[in-house]
């Protein structure tokens, strides 16, 4: 448990806020606070501790040299967003990285999670992916989801606990209860450096994320490491709303990008120059369209729900969660099984610098 | 004069420092602070105000008609640093845009600007652009300052007063003294936006930085316009130092010449992206490389001195201005009528990174 020491010096910083999903209300960390996670959530007698930050590595021949001791486990990491599935008086529940609920992600859960995990284990917490082209906040998505939403479970906590499950339990429980995992590549030793190179090179033709190196050993010592395909598309999938991202966002994609370059003796050439030009600005050249055309800079969302209620309240949770984005409803209709939300996000920033300098509005920076 | 109420508070609020060139002692606003801009200098009885913010626009058919009222002086805008150049007490000096005398600036003032100027005017404030290979501070330079640097004077102010010489008597003034001045290109209405994107596309094929744009009006109403080439530029100059820039650096430029290139209905093709991927990642594997063979990410920096103690006074002035570069002296020798400095600016933040995930070093973002 959280010492209550602690607990009060953080409520006193204001790191800890007060949350409610219908009737269930929870403290929430905002920010990291000492050795708690941000995202780490207390319901009366219960912490679901935060998923920790994992360390990046730029590349590989040196950098697992450098982390690993042991052998380590090679996960595909998975271009979604992070959730953690627990059972709480009876109800299932997904938390985002930040730590709300999310009536999004809790609508779906029976459509890809057995329950029956929870019944065995009570005290579970998985911690999934969920990637797809029909989910409300990536605008990427793994080449293989090709509708709607999947879930990929890549570790097992448990409650009132920091720290996972041991691998091998993971994969037994995984197993037994048929859980959607992401992919998993087995163990590697340190030595077979050139043999990781070659499964990232094929993830990067994939148009994968990456993976995530899970050390087969008491620390449980973790690295992740990324594609280039996936440092560009990044890129070309945000530029659009260039402003609405920190500008270190860009920077840190182009040296990794550089860094797996060099690494890699990649293409070094005309057409990775080309694409990496190429994503940065058919993002502004659209938004400057938009801009000029519909007076708006947005991306429209669509997502499956099982119940109208979830969709409806998902809707003003997604509403209240930026300043510098709006959401407005377009849609929300029964088609089979399913009601389906339409929504757009208008990119404030986007929008209202555009509309300034296409005006002939003047900037001091 | 600035009030002695408005001194007190920003003295209050940390926004004045106390400098000393030699024996010359003067207060520097160190921000802009209130109506007084960031560099700011005052000696005992004499203010030398900042140099002002001028607003940018983006595009030139909208940026003109909604920024004009009455016709305007286009004017060229030099790639160098912003020096303001005066007498005081029979001695003359430059001040940088941030309001420390230059030594390197104020050693080279005779060798660019008759002193006559001052003996008829001493209350002139000089406004003067500094470009060329052999300056210290900006690694981009004019193409036809072939060597050494060149002075670009574009406006005049008054000791004591804020604001600028009318445009007619600056020219007066420049004729009279043939004083060297940045290249004007006249009087334009605002209903020659055609002529003037003519202008704009020689300047941007001759690869300058674009122009300045002066109302011929009492409200002598300012703003300016950059190229896409000086955009791609500023890029390709800086991104071997891509961690020592706010990372706005680069948005900013994107968004700029995203616009441009909308505007112009320029080449949105394979060269432009090629050139901007080239621009951002030929810097980065040149970082990459210097840090793996020499373990330090830098740039070599010469620059011509009359006096030997200015050369070494500089020297201490530019070891503590940034706590993210050392610099270090390579060489300062006697040829001919100069005395030649050479040093190296390492930049700290590249290095450092660079240097740890070269290692395998990982690191949390």
Known sequence: ??????LKDALKKNK???EAYGDLEYLRF???FKEIPRGTVIFKDTVIWGYPHIGRIFQLSTGIKEQFKDPFWVEEKVDG????????????YALTRGGYVCAFTTDRIRDFISLEVFEEYPDLVLCVEVAGPENPYVEESPPYVKEDIAFFLFDIMQKNRQGFLPYREKQRIIEKFNLPSVERYGLYTPAQVEDLKKLLKRLNEEKREGVVLKEDSERDKRVKYITSYANLNDIRITSLNMLGLPADYYTNRLLRLALFVEEEKLN???????????????????ACDMAKKEGKVYRVFRCRFRSKDRALFFLEQIKHASTHIQVNMLSLDKK?????????KVFLNMTGLLGHVLGGGSIID
Chains 1, 2 share one sequence.
Do not use: C
């Open 30 to 32: 905002t920010d990291d």
């Open 81 to 92: 967003y992070n959730v953690r599935i627990f059972i709480h008086k009876g109800e299932v």
């Open 268 to 286: 070094k050439e005309e057409k990775l120059y080309e694409e990496l030009g190429k994503a940065f600005l058919e993002g502004l050249f659209e």
């Open 16 to 18: 800890i806020r007060s």
């Open 1 to 6: 448990m959280v010492p209550q020491e602690l």
């Open 336 to 344: 089979r099984d399913f009601w389906i939300l339409e929504f757009e």
